[in-house]
Structure formats: structure tokens, C-alpha cells
């Protein structure tokens, strides 16, 4: 039986990327933990393209928590407390 051919991860970072730009914070945190499980480390400029972006507070405690937890944890540290 032949095998299915599965995505690479290089394949499926640019299609998890267009979410950044959905007006649903829920799809925009999905996409960022989307790369960030991927692996990929092509997905790195991207990840750090949309941090620089003006997001919603809780889009980047979210995207934080999830870009700190893992290989990406030198990149993205801790957020400092602004008053």
C-alpha cells in the first residue's frame, strides 16, 4: 500500500502564517502555537514578524506563553511589566 505523503513542516508554517492576519484572536494564537509546535526553523521570522505587530493583550500574553514554554524561549523573554 502506497504511503501519503504528509506536509513538511516548511509546507505548513506559510499556511499557519496567513492566520496572523485574521481578525478572530483565537485563530491568531492558533497559528502562532501551530508554528511553534511545527519546529520548523524557518518559522522563526515569521513568529517574530508578527510579535513586532500591534496585537491585543491577550493575543500576546497567549502567544508568549506559548513561544516561552519552548525552543523559542531565548527569542521571546519574559515580558516586563509596564505601567
Given amino acids: 500500500m502506497p504511503r501519503v505523503a504528509t506536509p513538511s513542516a516548511a509546507r505548513r508554517s506559510p499556511f499557519a502564517a496567513r492566520f496572523f492576519d485574521s481578525r478572530e484572536p483565537e485563530l491568531q494564537v492558533e497559528a502562532v502555537a501551530a508554528l511553534a509546535q511545527a ?42 511589566k509596564q505601567g
Avoid at 526553523?41 to 519552548?70: D, M, N, Y
Fill in 39 to 80: 519546529g520548523n526553523p524557518a518559522a522563526l521570522p515569521a513568529l517574530k514578524e508578527f510579535w513586532k505587530r500591534r496585537l491585543l493583550p491577550e493575543v500576546r500574553q497567549a502567544a508568549h506563553t506559548i513561544l516561552s514554554a519552548g525552543r523559542y524561549k531565548e527569542e521571546f523573554p519574559p515580558l516586563s
